[in-house]
């Protein structure tokens, strides 16, 4: 099999190994800098300079954007029968196991898995640390505790494997999620339920529509994934076995306006308390004041906006403060990613700490005054809670969906998405200091309110009750 490989980052990258056996004749990328270069000793080519190589397939290494690629390939003039995406790749290979199935087991095996309620299968895209996969690991924490046998599922490893694996729940790794692999539609028909999460399987549920046991499927996605994924992410046909669920108000109207109607109930998550001083309260750990953003670097999280932020700020008022940004670089916005390094360049206040896994951060919330969230484009981001259950004071943008639960200057702080505003809000703390164990209670309230575990328990054991 001759392959044209489109997309060289970090979607690739994490999936290289199942292209052993298959000849990598090109690569094809948009991003001119690495055009004319090479990866693994193969070729990268812009997409036009690639139509007439002799192949047999296109094959889109991208779930965000793969409507788009798959557009730029049939408007230059390649044949559209052979363009495929990695699931139907990774189902024509068949090339691990003989059942045709690559599967890497961590702890015990799926099927030796010990039966109490029954076993539960989790799947999520990835086993990174941002927020669509640790919601869930929590709900299987959650499961674990009221006697299921929980299992997660995903296409590909993470930093997120290692906390699973404390916990006891197996980890299976899968790229070939999709209701064509016949040996995984059998395999997950052992389970009395499959918990399904994010937009991007939207095609996966399609596929289930006549699958023999009752599915949830958990949404999380913000306007900005839906108009990239639309309308590859509708399913062909939704069954009578899925019960679709919304993590939060934005997440909620967002299915409504793309979907078109009002089959999707709230099940907004919660994150455990980890806060072992938690009667403490906020204490000031040190001189000064320090801003973080913790989240994957990426435009719709707002860096560039907190950038700009802290730049119109006054150089009094940023004299004994410290801008953190705290997050892995995902490969997939190289240009964004560079803009913000050269722009980090020239403002000394401001420092890129990479990313921190989940335990590093917890630790170092001492040392963090105020977490900042300046995203554009955000349904409910996890740091969030997390950070009010360590009393943090929190500015949130509009863009935020957890901005709807912030009063402002009472348990945390509101701003528009844009520099001038959040340069406002900045400022305003760091001329008040004096305010933020006020705030810092209060936000931690309403993490105990709206965000806890057990707000969370509640409602998820209802939800899995009521369907098994």
Same mark, same amino acid.
């Given at each position: 099999?001759?392959?044209?490989?489109?997309?060289?980052?970090?979607?690739?990258?994490?999936?290289?190994?199942?292209?052993?056996?298959?000849?990598?004749?090109?690569?094809?990328?948009?991003?001119?800098?690495?055009?004319?270069?090479?990866?693994?000793?193969?070729?990268?080519?812009?997409?036009?300079?690639?139509?007439?190589?002799?192949?047999?397939?296109?094959?889109?290494?991208?779930?965000?954007?793969?409507?788009?690629?798959?557009?730029?390939?049939?408007?230059?003039?390649?044949?559209?029968?052979?363009?495929?995406?990695?699931?139907?790749?990774?189902?024509? #290979?068949?090339?691990?196991?003989?059942?045709?199935?690559?599967?890497?087991?961590?702890?015990?095996?799926?099927?030796?898995?010990?039966?109490?309620?029954?076993?539960?299968?989790?799947?999520?895209?990835?086993?990174?640390?941002?927020?669509?996969?640790?919601?869930?690991?929590?709900?299987?924490?959650?499961?674990?505790?009221?006697?299921?046998?929980?299992?997660?599922?995903?296409?590909?490893?993470?930093?997120?494997?290692?906390?699973?694996?404390?916990?006891?729940?197996?980890?299976?790794?899968?790229?070939?999620?999709?209701?064509?692999?016949?040996?995984?539609?059998?395999?997950?028909?052992?389970?009395?339920?499959?918990?399904?999460?994010?937009?991007?399987?939207?095609?996966?549920?399609?596929?289930?529509?006549?699958?023999?046991?009752?599915?949830?499927?958990?949404?999380?996605?913000?306007?900005?994934?839906?108009?990239?994924?639309?309308?590859?992410?509708?399913?062909?046909?939704?069954?009578?076995?899925?019960?679709?669920?919304?993590?939060?108000?934005?997440?909620?109207?967002?299915?409504?306006?793309?979907?078109?109607?009002?089959?999707?109930?709230?099940?907004?998550?919660?994150?455990?308390?980890?806060?072992?001083?938690?009667?403490?309260?906020?204490?000031?750990?040190?001189?000064?004041?320090?801003?973080? #953003?913790?989240?994957?670097?990426?435009?719709?999280?707002?860096?560039?906006?907190?950038?700009?932020?802290?730049?119109?700020?006054?150089?009094?008022?940023?004299?004994?403060?410290?801008?953190?940004?705290?997050?892995?670089?995902?490969?997939?916005?190289?240009?964004?990613?560079?803009?913000?390094?050269?722009?980090?360049?020239?403002?000394?206040?401001?420092?890129?700490?990479?990313?921190?896994?989940?335990?590093?951060?917890?630790?170092?919330?001492?040392?963090?005054?105020?977490?900042?969230?300046?995203?554009?484009?955000?349904?409910?981001?996890?740091?969030?809670?997390?950070?009010?259950?360590?009393?943090?004071?929190?500015?949130?943008?509009?863009?935020?969906?957890?901005?709807?639960?912030?009063?402002?200057?009472?348990?945390?702080? #509101?701003?528009?998405?844009?520099?001038?505003?959040?340069?406002?809000?900045?400022?305003?703390?760091?001329?008040?200091?004096?305010?933020?164990?006020?705030?810092?209670?209060?936000?931690?309230?309403?993490?105990?309110? #709206?965000?806890?575990?057990?707000?969370?328990?509640?409602?998820?054991?209802?939800?899995?009750?009521?369907?098994?």
């Amino acid at each position: 099999m001759r392959v044209i490989v489109f997309g060289t980052g970090a979607y690739y990258r994490n999936r290289k190994e199942y292209f052993g056996g298959v000849e990598i004749i090109a690569f094809i990328d948009n991003n001119s800098n690495i055009q004319n270069t090479s990866l693994d000793g193969v070729p990268i080519y812009a997409p036009q300079d690639a139509i007439n190589l002799d192949y047999d397939y296109v094959c889109i290494m991208s779930n965000q954007y793969a409507v788009e690629m798959m557009k730029q390939l049939v408007q230059l003039g390649y044949d559209i029968d052979k363009i495929i995406g990695f699931g139907t790749f990774a189902n024509l #290979v068949k090339r691990v196991v003989s059942q045709g199935c690559m599967q890497i087991h961590y702890r015990n095996l799926p099927g030796t898995v010990r039966e109490n309620k029954g076993k539960i299968l989790l799947v999520t895209h990835e086993l990174s640390l941002s927020g669509a996969p640790v919601v869930l690991f929590y709900a299987a924490e959650i499961l674990k505790k009221n006697g299921y046998d929980a299992v997660i599922l995903s296409p590909k490893d993470g930093g997120l494997r290692e906390a699973i694996m404390k916990r006891g729940i197996p980890v299976v790794i899968d790229p070939a999620i999709t209701g064509q692999n016949t040996y995984l539609y059998e395999w997950m028909s052992e389970f009395r339920l499959v918990i399904i999460c994010t937009l991007t399987y939207g095609e996966f549920v399609g596929e289930l529509a006549d699958f023999p046991k009752p599915i949830i499927w958990w949404l999380h996605e913000s306007e900005e994934v839906y108009s990239g994924w639309w309308p590859r992410a509708k399913p062909e046909r939704i069954g009578e076995n899925v019960s679709i669920y919304a993590g939060g108000h934005y997440a909620l109207s967002t299915y409504k306006k793309y979907f078109g109607n009002d089959n999707c109930k709230m099940l907004l998550y919660g994150i455990p308390d980890e806060n072992s001083n938690f009667e403490q309260g906020y204490e000031k750990k040190h001189e000064g004041i320090v801003f973080a #953003v913790v989240a994957v670097l990426q435009p719709r999280k707002g860096q560039d906006i907190f950038i700009e932020a802290v730049k119109k700020m006054k150089d009094s008022d940023k004299e004994n403060a410290e801008f953190w940004l705290i997050g892995p670089d995902p490969g997939n916005y190289p240009e964004f990613t560079a803009s913000l390094s050269e722009a980090v360049g020239t403002e000394p206040k401001i420092k890129m700490m990479g990313e921190w896994p989940m335990e590093k951060l917890k630790e170092e919330y001492p040392n963090i005054d105020v977490i900042v969230c300046p995203s554009r484009d955000d349904p409910m981001p996890v740091v969030l809670p997390e950070a009010m259950m360590f009393y943090k004071t929190c500015i949130v943008s509009k863009g935020a969906g957890t901005a709807v639960y912030i009063e402002d200057k009472k348990n945390g702080l #509101v701003c528009e998405c844009n520099a001038d505003s959040l340069a406002e809000q900045m400022t305003w703390v760091v001329n008040h200091q004096e305010s933020l164990a006020a705030i810092g209670t209060e936000g931690r309230k309403l993490y105990e309110r #709206v965000f806890s575990t057990e707000a969370f328990e509640n409602n998820l054991l209802e939800i899995i009750q009521e369907k098994i």
